[in-house]
């Protein structure tokens, strides 16, 4: 695990999931602590050698790779922990995150530590915009991706985007990225080409200090979804097919876990094409199909 400097007070650890740290007189505020338990000791002991202090952990939103770390963390400092007020029910209650991905109580195979961190307490519910009580920072709100997820910007400017922003080869490679809202996604992508920062820090993609190629890829991601789905739904077809036309489509491999997370991005999809009033929903031989107005060309 390596520490890697930005600015006077803020650095990144990068890794597969980007952490934050801002420093202020041997206080540290973390941004985001990781995928797990492992990952938490990793960090403990990367500050007891600096003889840092955790005074704060700032999660982004509540996904297990954002959070894993907390319970260790919190558990060896004491430290806050800090989430809007979505977020921080499933960071209070993690078993809330596959339970939402599947609808129901989960199998057993979505619950693993992909799905599901280990319990950790917030302490501050914090807004989703405007400087971050008790701290120096700012949050901007990057809804879209999980329910109420935020960017985080230090004074120094280095701003750290979450999953808001998707690099190109997790794009091609998976073809579909985690969404539950698109219309918010899409609002997101705009609110971003007008923020500026020294430097911009995506949770899973290298830092850079220029996103506009990163912002039109991802929307052209979406529109592009948008677009298979109203070609498939031309006929009346299921969510179920649509979801392996797409599989299909991306060559995703299938499993539990990337299932239910095409599942998640797929049904957003079908919410917003709805309120576009571009498909409908009809009931036929016990199915719920949905279908478009016209015939569309992809
Ligand atoms: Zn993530």
Redesign the pocket.
């Known amino acids: 695990m390596e520490l890697k400097k930005i600015t006077e007070n803020t650095y990144y650890i990068p890794g597969p999931?980007n952490l934050g740290l801002f420093v202020e007189d041997k206080k540290v505020i973390l941004i985001d602590s990781g995928n797990d338990e492992w990952v938490g000791r990793k960090i403990f002991r990367l500050l007891e050698e600096r003889e840092w202090e955790l005074s704060k952990i700032i999660n982004t939103h509540s996904?297990a790779?954002?959070i894993g770390g907390n319970a260790y963390l919190q558990k060896k400092t004491n430290c806050d922990i800090l989430a809007t007020a979505l977020e921080s029910v499933f960071i209070d209650e993690p078993s809330l995150e596959p339970f939402l991905l599947w609808g129901a109580s989960p199998f057993k195979a979505l619950r693993n530590k992909f799905l599901q961190a280990q319990p950790s307490r917030v302490t501050h519910i914090i807004g989703e915009e405007g400087i971050i009580s008790g701290t120096p920072l700012q949050a901007f709100p990057l809804e879209g991706h999980f329910i109420q997820m935020i960017g985080v910007k230090t004074p120094d400017e280095v701003l750290f985007l979450?999953?808001s922003l998707f690099s190109t080869e997790t794009i091609s490679k998976y073809g579909l990225t985690v969404k539950s809202d698109i219309e918010k996604s899409l609002n997101t992508y705009s609110l971003l080409e007008k923020l500026s920062a020294r430097l911009f820090i995506p949770?899973?993609t290298a830092p850079t200090k220029d996103i506009s190629d990163l912002i039109r890829v991802n929307r052209e991601n979406v529109e592009q979804i948008n677009r298979k789905i109203l070609y498939y739904c031309s006929e009346p077809v299921s969510r179920e097919r649509l979801i392996q036309l797409l599989i299909n489509d991306y060559q995703i491999t299938l499993s539990s876990v990337q299932f239910v997370l095409t599942h998640i991005t797929v049904s957003a999809h079908l919410s917003y094409l709805y309120d576009k009033q571009l498909i409908k929903p009809k009931f036929e031989e016990g199915k719920m199909l949905w279908t478009g107005n016209d015939k569309i060309d992809l």
């Open positions: 999931t996904n790779d954002h979450a999953d949770s899973h």
